[in-house]
């Protein structure tokens, strides 16, 4: 295994593209690349989902991911997030 970070954004990354969910890397990820670096233990992604995208999503992300279907279809009608956590690496991601 690589780093783990990469690695669970790219797994994260792979789903969305294959739901065709479109989606931006924000936060510290975003900011160390375009801007000023800052380390962090998780990643920022914003998406654009339906609920139903949002419970195809958290499927598509099991069994290697935490990410309830509950929580992330109740973030996606509430324009809201919801974390995931790779049972892999342990790293977070918030949607």
Same mark, same amino acid.
């Given at each position: 295994?690589g780093?783990p /970070?990469?690695d669970?954004?790219t $797994?994260?990354?792979?789903?969305l593209?294959?739901t065709?969910?479109? %989606? !931006?890397?924000?936060?510290s990820?975003a900011?160390?690349?375009?801007?000023?670096?800052h380390?962090?233990?998780?990643?920022?992604i914003?998406? /654009?989902?339906?609920?139903?995208? $949002?419970?195809a999503?958290a499927?598509?992300?099991?069994?290697?991911f %935490? !990410?309830?279907?509950p929580?992330l279809?109740q973030?996606a009608?509430a324009?809201?997030f919801?974390?995931i956590i790779?049972n892999?690496?342990s790293?977070k991601?918030d949607l």
């Amino acid at each position: 295994m690589g780093d783990p /970070l990469l690695d669970t954004l790219t $797994a994260v990354t792979d789903c969305l593209e294959h739901t065709n969910c479109p %989606y !931006a890397i924000t936060g510290s990820l975003a900011s160390s690349v375009h801007g000023e670096p800052h380390a962090s233990l998780n990643a920022d992604i914003i998406l /654009l989902a339906s609920e139903q995208d $949002a419970s195809a999503i958290a499927r598509a992300l099991a069994p290697r991911f %935490y !990410a309830p279907v509950p929580r992330l279809t109740q973030a996606a009608r509430a324009c809201a997030f919801a974390n995931i956590i790779d049972n892999d690496t342990s790293m977070k991601i918030d949607l």
